[in-house]
């Protein structure tokens, strides 16, 4: 089982990106799905996170700009960015929670991508 994290990028305050963090392998089952990030020099942190239902969380500093979503015939996770800041800029975490074919259930992380506020 692996995630792979794609879409990060340079972009300009105010604007948006889109990640998508993709699992593939031999999963039975995906229960939640989230983003984190980790700035330079602090501790990694939820951004927000999404069950299998779609009842999602954010933190607070993303409220009203980012949107958590996934395609679970897809077993994808996307985070819509808008009205980026700089203190947005961070490598992004995605993390799911998966119940492969075999084996128990545990935590899988995607490798990260970077995201860069800037102008």
């Known amino acids: 089982v692996q995630l792979q994290a794609s879409g990060g990028g340079l972009v300009q305050p105010g604007g948006s990106l889109r990640l998508s963090c993709a699992a593939s392998?031999?999963?039975?089952?995906?229960?939640?799905m989230g983003w984190y990030r980790q700035a330079p020099g602090k501790k990694r942190e939820l951004v927000a996170d999404i069950t299998s239902g779609g009842a999602t969380n954010y933190a607070d500093s993303v409220k009203g700009r980012f949107t958590i979503s996934r395609d679970n015939a897809k077993n994808t996770v996307y985070l819509q960015m808008n009205s980026l800041k700089p203190e947005d800029t961070a490598v992004y975490y995605c993390n799911a929670y998966i119940n492969p074919v075999v084996g128990g259930p545990q935590y899988y992380w995607g490798q990260g991508t970077q995201v860069t506020v800037s102008s």
């Open positions: 392998g031999s999963i039975f089952s995906i229960n939640a």
